[in-house]
């Protein structure tokens, strides 16, 4: 299984970046997809995840101004962040868990900086 993930980039405070991940590969129907993010310093977190039922968990530092979702065909979850703040500067992995597996996309860089 492999993970392109892309959105990352360098923003200023309070816009918005719209993330992709899309997984090839064999893919067992049921699973998770989620995005995490690790900061210079910090334990890698849980941003944001979607079960291919369509239920969704949020961390509580981005819930309200983020948005999980997926596409099911495309194998693709996306996460729509609004409202960007500095703390949220950090390298974001997205990740697909399956069975016990867990499979690791490689990360983009996000720079939230006036």
């Known amino acids: 299984v492999q993970l392109q993930a892309s959105g990352g980039g360098l923003v200023q405070p309070g816009e918005s970046l719209r993330f992709s991940c899309a997984a090839s590969?064999?893919?067992?129907?049921?699973?998770?997809m989620g995005w995490y993010r690790q900061a210079p310093g910090k334990q890698r977190e849980l941003v944001a995840a979607i079960t291919s039922g369509g239920s969704t968990n949020y961390a509580d530092s981005v819930k309200g101004r983020s948005t999980i979702s997926r596409d099911n065909v495309k194998n693709t979850v996306y996460l729509q962040m609004n409202s960007l703040k500095p703390e949220d500067t950090a390298v974001y992995f997205c990740?697909?868990?399956?069975?016990?597996?867990?499979?690791w996309g490689k990360g983009t860089q996000v720079t939230v900086s006036s």
């Open positions: 990740n697909v868990a399956t069975y016990g597996v867990t499979y």
């Open positions: 590969g064999i893919i067992f129907s049921v699973n998770t």
